[in-house]
C-alpha cells in the first residue's frame, strides 16, 4: 500500500507571498493532519480534516488554512509568508478521526522563506 | 506550557546494549502514546504504540512501558543497533482532544558501533 505522498518537497518563497502545500494520504484513510517542524518547537500540532471538515485546529493564525477533497486529499496553504514559517511541513494520515488512532506521516515539505 | 516532555535531548549507547528513552506527560486525560523515530529530512516513521489500560507493549526489540500513576513512559531497544540511530519523538493524544498528536521535542539517539 503506498505511504503518505507530499508535494513538493522543498520549496523556496520570499515574505509576502503566499504558498500552498499538497498531501495525498493512505488510500483509506479519511483524516489528515498536518505539523509544523521547526529546530526550536519541534512538532507542533496545525490541524486536523476529516471528510472534508476541520475537526480541529493548533494554535496557529489565521494566516494558515487548509482544506480537504472528497477523496481525502488535503492541501494547506500560508498567506503572507513571514521568516518564521520557514520549516518541514508534515502532513499525517489514519483510518478515524481525533485520538487513539496510529498516524502515519509523509516526507514533508520543507519550506524556505527569504 | 509542555504538556508532553523528553528531557534528555540525546542519549549516546554501546551497540548491543540496551537503549531507554524516556517521555513524561502532564495531561491526565492522554490515553494513547506512540513512539516515533525519525531521521533527518525525512518524516516521522511510526515505531510503537500503547493504551492508557495497558502498561506493557512489545514488539520486537521495541518495547514501550506505561507508568500511568507517574505519567511515564519509556521506549526500550534491546539490542541496540547503530541503524537505530535517529531522534526520537514520544507524542500522546485524548479522546476527544483538541489536538490529533501532542508531540515531544525528541531524543537523539547515537548507537556506537
Known amino acids: 500500500k503506498a505511504g503518505v505522498t507530499q508535494t513538493p518537497r522543498y520549496l523556496i518563497k520570499t515574505r509576502g507571498q503566499q504558498v500552498t502545500l499538497s498531501c495525498s494520504p493512505i488510500?483509506?484513510?479519511?483524516?489528515v493532519s498536518w505539523y509544523q517542524q521547526t529546530p526550536g518547537q519541534g512538532l507542533q500540532f496545525l490541524f486536523e480534516?476529516?471528510?472534508?471538515?476541520?475537526?480541529n485546529k493548533g494554535n496557529f493564525p489565521g494566516r494558515f488554512s487548509g482544506r480537504q477533497f472528497s477523496n481525502s486529499r488535503s492541501e494547506m496553504n500560508v498567506s503572507t509568508l513571514e521568516l518564521g514559517d520557514s520549516a518541514l511541513y508534515l502532513c499525517?494520515?489514519?483510518?478515524?478521526?481525533?485520538?487513539?488512532?496510529?498516524?502515519?506521516f509523509g516526507p514533508g515539505t520543507r519550506l524556505t522563506v527569504l | 506550557d509542555q504538556q508532553v516532555k523528553q528531557n534528555s535531548p540525546s542519549l549516546s549507547v554501546q551497540e548491543g546494549r540496551i537503549s531507554i528513552l524516556n517521555c513524561d506527560y502532564t495531561?491526565?486525560?492522554?490515553?494513547?502514546f506512540l513512539w516515533y523515530k525519525k531521521y533527518p529530512a525525512e518524516g516521522p516513521t511510526f515505531l510503537i504504540s500503547?493504551?492508557?489500560?495497558?502498561d506493557k507493549n512489545e514488539d520486537g526489540r521495541f518495547t514501550v512501558f506505561l507508568n500511568k500513576s507517574a505519567k511515564h513512559l519509556s521506549l526500550h531497544i534491546v539490542p541496540s543497533q547503530p541503524g537505530d540511530s535517529a531522534v526520537y519523538f514520544c507524542?500522546?493524544?485524548?479522546?476527544?482532544?483538541?489536538?490529533?498528536?501532542?508531540f515531544g521535542k525528541g531524543t537523539k539517539l547515537t548507537v556506537n558501533p
Open positions: 499525517a494520515s489514519s483510518f478515524s478521526a481525533g485520538g487513539g488512532d496510529t498516524q502515519y
Open positions: 495531561n491526565s486525560m492522554f490515553d494513547y
Open positions: 480534516y476529516f471528510s472534508e471538515t476541520q475537526r
Open positions: 500503547i493504551s492508557s489500560i495497558k
Open positions: 507524542a500522546a493524544s485524548a479522546e476527544g482532544g483538541s489536538e490529533k498528536l501532542v
Open positions: 488510500s483509506g484513510h479519511r483524516s
